[in-house]
């Protein structure tokens, strides 16, 4: 599988021109090799050329690291340096001559400046050619997707357990956190459970605010499963009844993001699936209370290609997988979202989260 990977980014190189790309610790070095290194100060480099060889020069300390994760099964010729060695005069000396080199977009700066002084020409940032290979999901990552949805939503169709007026936000972020853990997860990436106003800021996280009764509940939560692969789910909930407008916009939300998500399909623009959602919540007066985007792709990264946002004209694609996630956000008073993960089939889009899309009262 890696070797294939390693193979396509090849070909890509070719047809935008460029001979090598470089790729340090990211998510884009995991899908390329299996390697999960860690992003330190030491740099681990893996550099495919356009004829599809591969090399990764690693610190000799993260050697057996890098043959523990198999890098030299996929054909990755191995290099490493010790700490008194110029790692980047080392590897261009196996590289050779460099002409048109990228790097990987979250390269840090100055490891990116290192190598464009050993290389002696100018780097470019990887951009498209990473993503478009990593957006379209093969069946088993569409699985794995699955796989974290349901986790996820089993910790959603928890959350009367936790959830009640007269804790606070904090008490109940730690106990989601643990459930996502025990829903499968191996690590927590995020718990936003924002009560009250604070639902009207879309990344609030949690604060010592105390969940009073009938006031509604934003709970964005997400994690990392074994696979590698990420949960992103928002459902919005209130302990008790929740006042009579707030209702009557929650509904105009479940129909934007169903239509959004029904009109979702291979063939169609990113931008499109926005504006779906988009529209009904304009046509009811909560365009201005809409301040993002309606989506983001998953994977390996919470958030990666493709975007759902006016301006991106690309057109889904069978395998790709990305949320659609309208909300409201009105400042001083309350929000809601309603965001689920979907991946396009041949004709469609399967959903990876299958908790309801109502307005849970707890
Ligand atoms: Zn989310
Ligand atoms: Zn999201």
């Known amino acids: 599988m890696f070797k294939q990977r390693i193979q396509r980014v090849a070909e890509s190189l070719s047809a935008s021109g460029n001979d090598f790309i470089f790729v340090t610790p990211s998510a884009d070095l995991k899908y390329l090799t299996g390697y999960e290194a ?12 356009s004829q599809g060889h591969a090399w990764m020069i690693v610190p000799a300390l993260e050697r057996p690291a890098a043959v523990a994760a198999k890098v030299e099964d996929s054909g990755i010729e191995l290099l490493d340096w010790q700490e008194t060695e110029n790692p980047y005069a080392k590897f261009m000396d196996v590289l050779g001559c460099v002409e048109a080199p990228l790097v990987n977009n979250l390269m840090w ?10 290389i002696g020409k100018p780097v470019a940032l990887a951009n498209t050619v990473l993503s478009d290979i990593r957006e379209i ?25 936790w959830l009640r007026p007269g804790r606070t936000e904090r008490e109940v972020g730690r106990d ?24 009207a800021s879309p990344h609030h996280e949690v604060s010592d605010r105390v969940i009073g009764a009938n006031e509604p509940v934003v709970v964005d939560i997400g ?27 929650y509904a105009v939300l479940q129909e934007a993001q169903q239509a959004a998500v029904e009109y979702a399909r291979p063939g169609v623009s990113c931008e499109s699936v926005d504006m779906v959602a988009r529209n009904i919540l304009k046509d009811h007066g909560l365009g201005d209370y809409f301040i993002h985007r ?9 958030h ?43 004709t469609g889009v399967d959903n990876a989260n299958n908790t309801t899309h109502d307005l849970v009262s707890l």
């Open 294 to 302: 309606t989506g983001h792709g998953i994977g390996l990264e919470t």
């Open 109 to 118: 700066v100055e490891k990116a400046w290192k190598l464009q002084e050993a």
């Open 223 to 249: 994690g990392t499963m074994h696979s590698g692969y990420c949960s992103d789910s928002t459902r919005t909930y209130v302990c008790g009844t929740a006042p009579q407008q707030y209702r009557d916009y």
């Open 304 to 346: 990666e290609e493709p975007y759902i946002v006016s301006g991106n004209r690309n057109l889904l694609r069978e395998g790709h997988a990305f949320s659609i996630e309208p909300g409201f956000y009105i400042p001083n008073k309350y929000g809601a979202r309603i965001e689920d993960i979907v991946t396009c089939s041949a």
């Open 137 to 161: 999901k093969s069946a088993a990552e569409i699985e794995a997707l699955h796989e974290a949805g349901r986790a996820i939503d089993a910790v959603h169709n928890q959350m009367h357990l």
């Open 176 to 199: 989601i956190a643990d459930a996502i853990l025990r829903a499968g997860h191996e690590t927590v990436d995020f718990v936003i459970v924002a009560s009250g106003p604070n639902g």
């Open 38 to 49: 860690l992003p330190l100060e030491r740099i681990t480099c893996l550099a495919i050329n």
